[in-house]
């Protein structure tokens, strides 16, 4: 029994040690790339953002959807100030927690660890994702699916404690607060109590 929960944790370890490795791999040329004509706009000459404090106090509105993200483009202003090494740097690392967390939902989904690495390596290095990683002003989009995907794995968790359905209920309240994307979330959670019936009538929620 040792010995194979031994091996479960090496080859979990390997499959995250990869897909670090090959996410950063694919959009490491974009850690040099440069402000284009929205990140001009809304970052560099935003002048309401580069007072952070100012920001804080006249500028931010709690009640508005998508409040968070503004508020992040304040932070990274004050933390990086017009070097966009900086905001690339965060975006593919977010991306690779993307890619991580996935991995975590398809295992919990599918039980199956080589399905799990192969549908998060697709993920990982599909062109589709390129605008939102490497673009700075796409960013929202990244972040914004760390918090979905972390709302996901709490929800399917939630099957056995209420302290996972709290934290899948947090991380949706995030997700709202960086953006109205988050819409499908609910459906998503209605797509998994139906595709996977057996497993809610033999694990009652509470």
Partial sequence: MELLKSKKFITNLLCTCALILISFIVYSNSLHGDFLIDDQAGILHNQKIHNLGEYLTQHLHVTEIGFLGDLSTAVYWHLFRDNPFGYHCLSVIAHIVCVLLLFCLL??????????????????VHPIHTEAVSWISGRF???QTVFY???????????????????????????????SNVVSLPIMFLAYELLFPDISKSNPRY
Wanted: proline share 0%.
């Fill in 149 to 179: 995907l972390s709302s996901f794995i709490c929800y399917v968790k939630a099957r056995y404690s209420m302290r996972w359905f709290m934290l899948s209920l947090g991380f949706l309240v995030v997700c709202l607060m960086l953006g």
């Fill in 107 to 124: 295992r919990l989904l599918f039980k199956n660890t080589a399905l799990a690495f192969l549908g998060s390596l697709v993920f990982a």
């Fill in 141 to 143: 989009y990244v972040i």
